[in-house]
């Protein structure tokens, strides 16, 4: 009889050890789970943001590359060093603004979110459209002499020579690739970034407890001016 209660004890003793390292296992994977779920979702996050700050560079790049350009001579004529040579910006005018919209453009999508990032982002891709029409049509025959005839007529000359300085259309023309790309990717992919709206209004957002404690200082006001004593518990 003492042997089978003894017996009994130790079956008993063993299975509530089971069933708290089942218990114990349960909880720790379950911990598991949780811990990794942030860390799959931390590096999602770090993802995202090394993506937006991939596009901001390269975007912003491109404009850039177009807004040196166009402040470089793309002709230059031949066999009279003193003669005005044209810029990029003086054979297209419309490089420079289309680079500075784009600018623009880049600083809107980081403010913006929604539908306002894809707007931007289809108006930064025009914009790219317009600086790459205007780095194909610079050189045009035509366009260059006229403008040669008209700033050097002190010359008498009606017809200069000129050659294509190449190095800066095809710079030009690499960054209205890069700002066609850049507003592209922008009306795709902007609803996944973060930008300085949200991390703003994180910060606007009041921490945890300060709505209550504006009501109960209010209410402490309001039974002041009542004439009540706010301390009295009865």
Do not use: F
Request: charged share 20%.
């Amino acid at each position: 009889m003492g042997a089978d209660r003894s017996d009994g004890a130790d079956r008993a003793d063993g299975a509530g050890r089971v069933g708290e390292a089942d218990e114990v296992g349960g909880v720790g994977g379950a911990d598991g789970i949780g811990g990794a779920d942030k860390s799959g979702g931390a590096g999602r996050a770090a993802l995202r943001r090394g993506e937006l700050w991939g596009w901001v560079v390269a975007t912003a790049l491109g404009c850039l590359l177009v807004l040196v350009a166009a402040g470089q001579t793309w002709a230059r004529v031949l066999g009279n060093g003193d003669t005005a040579a044209p810029t990029g910006g003086d054979l297209s005018p419309v490089l420079t603004p289309a680079a500075l919209a784009g600018l623009a453009g880049v600083v809107a999508v980081l403010a913006a979110k929604g539908l306002g990032r894809r707007v931007v982002g289809v108006l930064l891709a025009l914009c790219g459209v317009a600086a790459a029409a205007g780095t194909w049509t610079a050189l045009d025959d035509a366009g260059v002499t006229g403008w040669l005839r008209e700033r050097n007529v002190l010359h008498g000359v009606t017809d200069l020579p000129w050659e294509p300085v190449a190095w800066w259309p095809v710079v030009s023309g690499a960054g209205a690739v890069l700002m066609i790309a850049g507003g592209a990717v922008a009306v795709v992919r902007a609803s996944a970034w973060s930008g300085m709206s949200a991390r703003y209004d994180r910060e606007r957002r009041p921490p945890a407890g300060a709505e209550a404690q504006v009501a109960d200082d209010r209410a402490l006001w309001d039974a002041l001016d009542r004439g009540d004593d706010p301390t009295d518990s009865r």
